[in-house]
C-alpha cells in the first residue's frame, strides 16, 4: 500500500517512522511519502492560508497551493496500468466528516494508494475538496466528536488503524478477530478484560476459568465479559446489534444486564424512571 500525505507539519507525522507503522515500512509493506505543502507555494512567506469570505474569525487555507500539491502528488501515481499505485482514495481529514469506524479502516486497508490531506485552521478551501470529488474517490473522515487543531493526529490515528489490518503487518492472520468493532463472532462487541502471568499479584488473582484449560468454558467466559463491558460502556451497540448474532447463553447474560428483547426486534433496557 502506498500513503501519500501532504501536510504543512511533515514532521508531525515523525511516529510514522516507528513502531508498527514503522516496521510496515521497514518490511516493504507501506510505502509512506510525506510533502510539505508550503513547497506548492511561490511567495517569500509561503503563504498557506488567508481570511475567510463572508467575514468571521480563523484563516482559510487557500486553494492553490493545495491544488498544485495534489495535481503533483497525484501524477506521480504514473499513467495507470502495470507498476502504477492504482487509483487514489482520497482522504480528507475533517471534523466535519463521516465518522472513521473499524469498518472504514477495513474498507481503506484494502486500497492500493491513500492521499491525506490534513488541514491546519478552520479548514481548505471547498472548491479543491469539490475538484478532487470529481476527479478522484474522496472521503471527509472525522475521528471523533470533539475539534483538534489540524488534521495530523487524526491521519496518525488513521494509518495506525489501517496499516494493523496490512496482511503481514501483525503477527497472525487470526489477530484481528477478536478486537473489539470486529465483524463476524464479536458481532461488534467491545473486548472483555485481559491477563498474563503472575497468576497472583498484590493478592489478586486471575479469573480461575482462565486458568480451567478448558477452551469452551473460556470462550463462554469471555463472550460474557464482552458483553458486560459492552452493556457498561457502549450501551447503544448492544441496541444497534442484530439479535440473531445472539446465542441462548448471550440473551441469558443479557437479561441478567437488565436487557430485555423489544417489540422491534432489538434489545433494549427501557428507561428506568418509567414505570412498567
Ligand atoms: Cl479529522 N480534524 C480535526 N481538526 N479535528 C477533528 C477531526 C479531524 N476528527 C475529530 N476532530
Not at 7 to 33: C, H, N
Not at 86 to 114: C, D, M
Amino acid at each position: 500500500m502506498r500513503i501519500d500525505v501532504i501536510t504543512i507539519f511533515p514532521e508531525y507525522l515523525a511516529p510514522l517512522d516507528v513502531s508498527l507503522v514503522g516496521k510496515a515500512r521497514a518490511r516493504g509493506r507501506l510505502d509512506v511519502r510525506l510533502h510539505d505543502l508550503r513547497e506548492w507555494t511561490h511567495d517569500r512567506h509561503h503563504t498557506v492560508d488567508d481570511t475567510p469570505y463572508g467575514g468571521g474569525p480563523g484563516m482559510v487555507m487557500k486553494p492553490e497551493p493545495w491544488g498544485e500539491a495534489l495535481d503533483a502528488v497525484l501524477a506521480s501515481g504514473g499513467p495507470g496500468g502495470p507498476g502504477s499505485p492504482g487509483e487514489p482514495l482520497i482522504v480528507v481529514p475533517t471534523p466535519s466528516g463521516t465518522p472513521f469506524t473499524q469498518a472504514i479502516a477495513e474498507e481503506l486497508s484494502a486500497r492500493p494508494w491513500l492521499v491525506f490531506t490534513p488541514a491546519r485552521y478552520e479548514g481548505i478551501d471547498r472548491r479543491v475538496i469539490d475538484e478532487y470529488a470529481e476527479r478522484h474517490e474522496l472521503r471527509e473522515l472525522s475521528i471523533g466528536d470533539y475539534v483538534l487543531a489540524g488534521g495530523e493526529a487524526p491521519v496518525l490515528v488513521m494509518v495506525e488503524a489501517v496499516a494493523r489490518l496490512l496482511p503481514g503487518v501483525l503477527g497472525n492472520a487470526d489477530s484481528h478477530r477478536d478486537d473489539s468493532f470486529a465483524p463476524g463472532a464479536m458481532a461488534g462487541l467491545l473486548e472483555g478484560p485481559v491477563y498474563t502471568k503472575p497468576p497472583r499479584w498484590r493478592g489478586r488473582e486471575v479469573p480461575e476459568v482462565l486458568v480451567s484449560g478448558h477452551h469452551g468454558r473460556i470462550a463462554r467466559w469471555r463472550r460474557d465479559e464482552a458483553l458486560r463491558r459492552t452493556s457498561t460502556a457502549r450501551p447503544e451497540l448492544i441496541e444497534g446489534c442484530d439479535p440473531a448474532a445472539f446465542d441462548r447463553q448471550d440473551r441469558r447474560t443479557l437479561e441478567e444486564l437488565g436487557w430485555r428483547l423489544g417489540a422491534d426486534g432489538r434489545f433494549g433496557r427501557g428507561s428506568p424512571n418509567v414505570e412498567e
